[in-house]
């Protein structure tokens, strides 16, 4: 198994130009989610989807859409690049495991896109 | 509000014990978990608690008290690969509509030293 892969792994771009960042895993995870990390921030939700053609607004969605259309792809869209969203950004996906306790499960790590907006 | 604390740095000796910990305050309590991120990689998961007491899993341990909103991890016979960030993360959604989402803290980078 690749577990969750991302590309691209670096990209620079203008500001204002477009760009998706493509994450998939072949664990057959319900759950997907897209963070970016800057330093002293820690990491951050972005969007996040409960299963295919589901998504959800994280902590700071601002700037970004995201599209599950299928289980295994999540995508996040950068319409109009700003020089703030220069970051790396994180893509995680978990299962759902209910228990009597309700769901559980960790979020396994995809190895990052590292982006630079001038 | 939501909020999680940890020391920004620690310095420690390879061989050595030492304590990271975690102070959060989360609208709702569904577990904590520990993550390790080496520098230009992905964080990789160390453990998970959700009950009060300590989890073992070989050199590494964690705490976890409820009521305190309070944890720690604790690294036994450092070595130096245990050189990362270790980010402490709470998971605050419960019920039907549960996510797993994580609310993680800016993580503590440890430095071990020969």
């Known amino acids: 198994n690749a577990g969750v892969t991302q590309t691209p792994k670096f990209r620079v771009l203008k500001t204002g130009q477009s760009m998706t960042l493509l994450c998939a895993q072949d664990m057959n995870h319900e759950y997907m989610y897209w963070y970016r990390q800057d330093p002293g921030m820690g990491l951050r939700l972005i969007h996040y989807s409960v299963g295919e053609g589901t998504t959800a607004k994280g902590e700071v969605p601002d700037g970004y859409n995201v599209s599950r259309l299928k289980k295994q792809n999540f995508l996040l869209g950068l319409e109009s690049a700003a020089p703030s969203q220069t970051s790396v950004y994180f893509c995680?996906?978990?299962?759902?495991?209910?228990?009597?306790?309700?769901?559980?499960?960790?979020?396994?790590f995809g190895p990052g896109t590292r982006l630079l907006v001038l | 509000g939501q909020n999680i604390d940890q020391p920004t740095e620690m310095t420690a000796t390879e061989g050595a014990i030492v304590q990271i910990n975690c102070t959060y305050q989360t609208s709702g309590f569904n577990g904590l978990f520990w993550y390790q991120q080496h520098a230009g990689e992905a964080p990789t998961f160390l453990s998970y608690n959700v009950l009060d007491g300590l989890e073992e899993k070989g050199r590494f341990s964690s705490f976890l008290s409820r009521s305190k909103g309070y944890s720690y991890l604790l690294l036994k016979e450092l070595q130096m690969k245990d050189s990362a960030s270790y980010l402490c993360a709470v998971k605050s959604g419960w019920g039907g509509g549960a996510t797993n989402k994580l609310i993680f803290g800016t993580g503590t980078l440890l430095a071990v030293q020969p």
């Open positions: 995680a996906s978990s299962y759902s495991r209910t228990s009597g306790s309700g769901p559980t499960g960790d979020q396994y």
